[in-house]
């Protein structure tokens, strides 16, 4: 198993592929990813090499914001919510649906 900034990633599946298996990063994010690195997105995660790697985790935690990082953010705005008391707020605080299902 390949670990990049703490998102798992399977070492037979194609680089452009395994990349957006984390989160923030789509289709088109891992794309870009490869292009500026100059690293083919059809090859496969075994074939990298230890210095690739290196320059994607480098890429992505400069540039995206993803995994821990991405959840933080979500879970903070959940408590700014529910703390100023709003009803979506106050829903959250309840575990009911918000949107109106």
Do not use: F
């Not at 879970?75 to 649906?97: F, K, M, N, T, V």
């Amino acid at each position: 198993m390949l670990y990049i900034s703490g998102a798992r990633l399977l070492p037979d599946e194609q680089v452009r592929i395994a990349l957006t298996q984390m989160d923030g990063i789509g289709p088109q994010k891992a794309i870009q990813l490869c292009y500026r690195l100059g690293i083919s997105g059809n090859i496969k995660m075994n074939e990298l090499t230890k210095y690739q790697i290196d320059q994607i985790e480098q890429m992505i935690s400069q540039d995206h914001v993803v995994h821990w990082e991405l959840k933080r953010g979500e879970r903070a705005d959940i408590e700014r919510l529910i703390s100023i008391s709003c009803y979506r707020g106050i829903r959250h605080q309840d575990g009911l649906p918000l949107r109106g299902q």
